[in-house]
């Protein structure tokens, strides 16, 4: 398991199959969340925060699993606009190439609203993607 231990520029997609055809509105539209992942591996446990910037953090936890995804559970903070959140996230470094020119380190993966919250339903799920930082 590479060491996935830093900051990581967050983005996450809905994963809506319409082409955007290079519409920056409907490009924006499909952005689900976005943050910083503060991340720190200690063994096969993983901890840290997603901070989504004005008091909108969740506490991240769990580790490496079988196959050598990390799985993590990130809660909201009480008395803050996340209390009561919970959203799972499952994800793998990306592939890094041999012969790639200035690639830099990211993680790829899904995520699951698992509670509902402000009238969003459990179950939604959007694909992320997150970049280290230099």
Same mark, same amino acid.
């Given at each position: *398991?590479?060491?996935?231990?830093?900051?990581? +520029?967050?983005?996450?997609?809905?994963?809506?199959?319409?082409?955007?055809?290079?519409?920056?509105?409907?490009? !924006?539209?499909?952005?689900?969340?976005?943050? *910083?992942?503060?991340?720190?591996?200690?063994?096969?446990?993983?901890?840290? +925060?997603?901070? *989504?910037?004005?008091?909108?953090?969740?506490?991240?936890?769990?580790?490496? !699993?079988?196959?050598?995804?990390?799985?993590?559970?990130?809660?909201?903070?009480?008395?803050?606009?996340?209390?009561?959140?919970?959203?799972?996230?499952?994800?793998?470094?990306?592939?890094?190439?041999?012969?790639? !020119?200035?690639? !830099?380190?990211?993680?790829?993966?899904?995520?699951?609203?698992?509670?509902?919250?402000?009238?969003?339903?459990?179950?939604?799920?959007?694909?992320?993607?997150?970049?280290?930082?230099?």
């Amino acid at each position: *398991m590479a060491d996935v231990s830093g900051l990581w +520029t967050y983005r996450s997609y809905r994963n809506d199959p319409t082409m955007i055809s290079g519409d920056p509105d409907k490009a !924006v539209q499909n952005i689900f969340g976005e943050g *910083m992942f503060d991340l720190r591996l200690d063994g096969e446990s993983v901890a840290g +925060t997603l901070d *989504m910037g004005g008091g909108y953090v969740l506490d991240l936890s769990g580790g490496v !699993v079988a196959g050598g995804d990390v799985a993590l559970v990130g809660l909201g903070r009480d008395a803050t606009p996340t209390a009561g959140w919970q959203y799972d996230y499952r994800f793998a470094p990306a592939h890094r190439w041999p012969n790639g !020119v200035n690639q !830099v380190p990211a993680l790829v993966g899904t995520v699951i609203r698992a509670k509902p919250h402000d009238g969003a339903p459990a179950g939604t799920v959007a694909s992320f993607i997150a970049v280290r930082q230099a």
